[in-house]
């Protein structure tokens, strides 16, 4: 079993910053040798899509649309992921989901992920 648990998201105005962290845990994410951590983001009506990924080799990918403005960080003791979010814009409304799988190739592919958390709302403002 793998466990995804999601924290932090809420509202912010254009401009402001928000951190959202994502925790990994169970048997099964345990015996992973190589893992992608990443998040990604769903619009309503819309296809998920990737925001940020950091895997096993620390190893960090951005979604061009987030690029220098999010930062993806991992702390393996933990088993966790943080997303600092900044420069935020009304366009990054969207509920933001992590999800971990058990290898460290196509990170940024959501389909490819079989474990996901419940999702975090992030609303900004203008």
């Known amino acids: 079993q793998v466990q995804v648990v999601e924290s932090g998201g809420g509202s912010v105005q254009s401009g402001g910053s928000l951190r959202l962290s994502c925790a990994a845990s169970?048997?099964?994410?345990?015996?992973?040798?190589?893992?992608?951590m990443g998040w990604f983001r769903h619009y309503p009506g819309k296809e998920r899509e990737a925001v940020a990924s950091?895997?096993?080799?620390?190893?960090?990918a951005y979604a061009e649309s987030v690029s220098g403005r999010f930062t993806i960080s991992q702390d393996t003791a933990k088993n966790t992921a943080h997303l600092e979010m900044s420069s935020l814009k009304p366009d990054d409304t969207a509920m933001y989901y992590c999800?971990?799988?058990?290898?460290?190739?196509?990170?940024?592919?959501?389909?490819?992920?079989?474990?996901w958390g419940q999702g975090t709302q992030v609303t900004v403002s203008s």
């Open positions: 950091v895997d096993s080799d620390s190893r960090a």
């Open positions: 169970g048997d099964g994410y345990s015996r992973f040798r190589r893992y992608c």
């Open positions: 999800a971990v799988k058990g290898s460290n190739s196509n990170c940024l592919v959501p389909w490819t992920y079989h474990y």
